[in-house]
């Protein structure tokens, strides 16, 4: 199981940025714009830039965002060396997977599960909390959420999001976000030309991505936040079953004509689409669990 960028990375990558464009002390940096040039999540970007104010090197403005504290000269070199953080997280993951972890667990107790370093955990742990499935409790503690490890529980969790973000096409709150779409149809054409050489994690927030931008133009919160929750549960599971890339093609293509459909404002035939769009994903993603031996 390979592993999303972790937030030293790209604290890394936003430093050298600066850099090489030779910020100064004060300059912007838009978390969206970031997002955009390094080909991530707006998350991530955020969950840097806040480790980078900690440490000083940029500071936020109520309603503004993030800015240079200093000038890109005098900031000091960022450790980014994650060696060895693959594997780490690929035998916390799996054992989480298989439920040979408890709920809440020290680091101290993490440290010696898996013989590693508090500093080479603690980038591991704060990767897994970005994207949603460690959070860290008072002191030294940290608590896994819940994830679906069913295959019922999966089939269950595509039902309701068909049902949920079908309807969210057709409230009368719903409006195009222009900046939203065009982003979303450059990306999934890009996943379109690369899917066979994209990492995992890409491919899912990719996909992610374009489900989630259309709940947040429905404009009511409740079923963003749904949605959302059921992508964070799921993560883990659709990292175990996305080695098979046969269909990646055509879901991004029905990604796009999902978003031709409604902006040409045929939105009764984008919400009938994108129901049976997840409906069919799901389908075909809870049978392929369905192998997995850990999976009942």
Known sequence: MAR?????QIMARIVDHARAQ???????????????????????????????????IVQSAPNRGYFLACNADDIPEMDADAAGDDEVYDRIAADRM??????????????RLYGVARGRLSRVLHQIADEGWIERLPGNGWEFREILTSRKAYA???????????????LPSFRIDEEGFALARRHQQELLASFESESRQKVFSTNVEIHEMLMTCANNDFFLDAV???NRV????????THDRTRLPQQCREHLQILDLIEQRDIQAAATFLFHHIREAGNI???LIARLHFIT
Do not use: C, T, W
């Not at 002390?25 to 104010?53: N, T, W």
């Open 98 to 111: 298989a439920n040979r972890l408890p709920d809440r667990l020290s680091e101290n107790e993490l440290m």
């Open 285 to 287: 993603k809870a049978a």
């Open 234 to 241: 799921r993560r883990l599971m659709e990292y175990s079953i």
């Open 22 to 56: 030779n910020m100064q002390a004060g300059h912007h940096l838009p978390a969206q714009l970031l997002a955009d040039s390094f080909r991530v999540s707006r998350q991530p970007i955020v969950s840097a830039l806040k480790k980078l104010e900690e440490m000083g």
């Open 4 to 8: 999303v960028s972790l937030s030293p």
């Open 228 to 230: 959302r929750r059921i």
């Open 156 to 170: 269950d969790a595509y039902q309701f999001r068909a049902a949920i973000e079908m309807q969210a096409l057709l």
